[in-house]
């Protein structure tokens, strides 16, 4: 069965400073990968998607970046971090294709002081 | 566009009744999917349920149905024999072509013992 994985947990940043948020899925090939931003009380926005390696699609212009360095893995980047940026952060993947169902992994909750 | 909206921000129910969570869309499009995430305190989006348009016959996954209407572009969802463990977030989501998903705001529902 496939398992999507995402560390950290949970992230405290002062503002300024990196980020790199990693996604890793297991038991599936060449899967689409994608990042969401969920802000407190809110529906999900779309940050990235992946349909390949090296592959990166922006929804929204911002502070962020996205890496597709392997098949499976799918980093969420950012050279200065911004109090806007704090949030739950998903990564989802789904089968290689169209209109199929996203699975999500258990998320990230950045916070930036 | 593609918009998705849920007009219920909260609601509640006693365990082992029923309860129907609204969602409307807007889209020019005639092929799509629809989907309902549950989001637990947990904070993982879990799904729920899933409907292809070009379907008539309404989707069900154990107590949970949905009543598509395409024609209005509704897409509620119902769950019979409410339990303690459906407190969550429920999230309405629409899928054109690609991958490109789009969520509701979302329903609180509390599910009261």
């Known amino acids: 069965s496939q398992t999507i994985h995402q560390w950290p947990a949970t992230l405290v940043q002062p503002v300024g400073s990196p980020l790199s948020l990693e996604c890793t899925v297991e038991?599936?090939?060449?899967?689409?990968l994608y990042w969401y931003r969920q802000a407190a009380g809110r529906g999900l926005q779309l940050l990235f998607y992946?349909?390949?390696?090296?592959?990166i699609s922006s929804e929204v212009p911002q502070n962020l970046s996205a890496s597709r360095p392997q098949d499976r893995q799918f980093i969420l980047s950012s050279k200065k971090l911004l109090l806007s940026d704090s949030g739950f952060y998903l990564c989802?993947?789904?089968?290689?294709?169209?209109?199929?169902?996203?699975?999500f992994g258990p998320g990230t909750r950045l916070l930036v002081l | 566009a593609q918009t998705v909206t849920q007009s219920q921000p909260e609601m509640s129910v006693q365990e082992a009744e029923t309860v129907t969570l609204s969602c409307t869309y807007d889209?020019?499009?005639?092929?799509?999917?629809l989907f309902w995430y549950k989001q637990p305190p947990s904070r993982q989006m879990i799904l729920v349920i899933r409907?292809?348009?070009?379907?008539?016959q309404n989707a069900t996954e154990n107590r949970f149905s949905v009543n598509f209407q395409k024609a209005a572009k509704s897409f509620s969802l119902k769950i019979s024999d409410s339990q303690l463990g459906d407190t969550a977030m429920y999230f309405c989501?629409?899928?054109?072509?690609?991958?490109?998903?789009?969520f509701g705001a979302g329903t609180r529902l509390t599910v009261k013992p």
């Open positions: 989802a993947w789904s089968p290689q294709g169209i209109q199929e169902t996203q699975y």
């Open positions: 889209t020019s499009e005639n092929n799509y999917y």
């Open positions: 038991g599936t090939s060449n899967p689409n």
């Open positions: 992946s349909v390949g390696i090296g592959q």
């Open positions: 989501a629409f899928m054109k072509h690609g991958n490109d998903m789009r």
């Open positions: 409907q292809e348009a070009y379907k008539q």
